[in-house]
């Protein structure tokens, strides 16, 4: 690295350097990014099975009442002195388990709905997190390409300029102060004679 700075002017170095933190910032950005959408994508997953645990228990309360009500048309058909397993009795029995056989499918299709739903949202927020890193990534790629560009078109310090004039040596130093010419001071006026 010492090398290359030597044929570089510091503002070429410090503008690489400062390129060089924000493509490292550019990267981790992309990182904590993607870390944020897994974590939606895990929520996401845990949201399908919660809700998909909801809706069979749904089922199940709806299994309950099926239960609860074939209980009281038999008992109450049979207190009243008639016969709970034909007739009205048995009809309402039947249309209760119909409609409750129906409501307890529709939970449990619901159930594996949700849980469909929670992978696809899931999957979706992966590939956020996917693109997420991609793009910290290609970011940070194009501010160093952009910054090479900047320092390549800068160009270098020029090579004739040292502490002194003269070449950037002592001995063209001691020459010129020995024996100024126009090159070295600069302006004509200044040498006499000249």
Do not use: C, H, W
């Not at 939606?40 to 845990?46: D, M, N, T």
């Not at 709970?84 to 119909?98: R, T």
């Amino acid at each position: 690295m010492a090398a290359a700075a030597a044929g570089m002017s510091t503002l070429q170095v410090v503008g690489t350097a400062l390129s060089a933190i924000s493509s490292i910032q550019q990267i981790q950005a992309g990182r904590q990014q993607a870390r944020a959408y897994q974590a939606q994508a895990k929520q996401e997953e845990l949201k399908g099975r919660r809700d998909a645990l909801a809706y069979r228990q749904q089922g199940v309360e709806v299994l309950k009442k099926i239960r609860e009500n074939t209980a009281t048309v038999t008992a109450r058909a049979a207190a009243g002195g008639l016969n709970p397993y034909s007739g009205s009795p048995q009809s309402l029995k039947n249309y209760a388990a119909k409609e409750g056989i129906g409501e307890f499918y529709l939970a449990q299709e619901n159930a594996e709905l949700a849980l469909v739903i929670g992978d696809v949202n899931a999957q979706q927020a992966r590939m956020a997190a996917s693109q997420a890193r991609r793009q910290g990534f290609y970011s940070a790629v194009g501010t160093l390409g952009a910054t090479a560009m900047t320092v390549g078109s800068i160009g270098g310090p020029p090579s004739n300029i040292g502490g002194f004039a003269g070449g950037g040596s002592l001995t063209g130093a001691a020459q010129n102060i020995a024996y100024p010419t126009t090159g070295s001071l600069g302006m004509p006026s200044m040498v006499p004679g000249g």
